[in-house]
């Protein structure tokens, strides 16, 4: 599965192209579906962002709720509803669509931000905001990573 770390900005031109990350595209490289998938977060006002195969391994995990439950419909529908499958042009660049750079203000330029087996797109200033809170809430909170083999790890 791939691996995304760092952060990147890069440009995004007026036809809503930007260049997605070298070091993200290598990730991806084995994957038959040579793109990315995007969805609006839940919790932020950014878009999150997976390969194909990441994806199918949410849908596995989604077979947890009851199949027509009202829960498995949201959930559902938040995620692969709006999902927007992009694929990578010649030049490893992408088209955001407008309603997902409006949902989180993306204009000029944009964020890639590696987070381990997903990754997050923001608006560069927004993500000055993101990084100082996340660093503060780790300090704060004590945040340690689980022992490998304990749940959630």
């Given at each position: 599965m791939a691996l995304f770390l760092s952060t990147f900005t890069n440009k995004v031109d007026r036809k809503g192209r930007v260049s997605v990350p070298a070091s993200f595209r290598a990730s991806l490289a084995d994957q038959a579906f040579q793109g990315v998938v995007l969805f609006r977060s839940n919790n932020h006002a950014c878009?999150?962002?997976?390969?194909?195969?990441?994806?199918?391994?949410?849908?596995?995990?989604?077979?947890r709720f009851d199949m027509f439950s009202a829960d498995q419909d949201d959930m559902a529908t938040a995620i692969f509803g709006e999902a927007a499958l992009l694929p990578f042009d010649g030049d490893g660049r992408i088209i955001l669509p407008q309603d997902l750079t409006g949902f989180c203000?993306?204009?000029?330029?944009?964020?890639?931000?590696?987070?381990?087996?997903?990754?997050?797109?923001w608006a560069p200033e927004r993500f000055v905001a993101?990084?100082?809170?996340?660093?503060?809430?780790?300090?704060?909170?004590?945040?340690?990573?689980?022992?490998?083999?304990?749940?959630?790890?």
């Open positions: 878009l999150e962002g997976f390969g194909y195969d990441a994806m199918a391994d949410l849908a596995s995990r989604m077979d203000a993306i204009d000029e330029s944009a964020s890639f931000v590696g987070l381990g087996r997903k990754f997050q797109i993101r990084r100082a809170d996340a660093r503060r809430n780790v300090k704060d909170k004590g945040l340690t990573l689980p022992k490998a083999g304990e749940e959630g790890a």
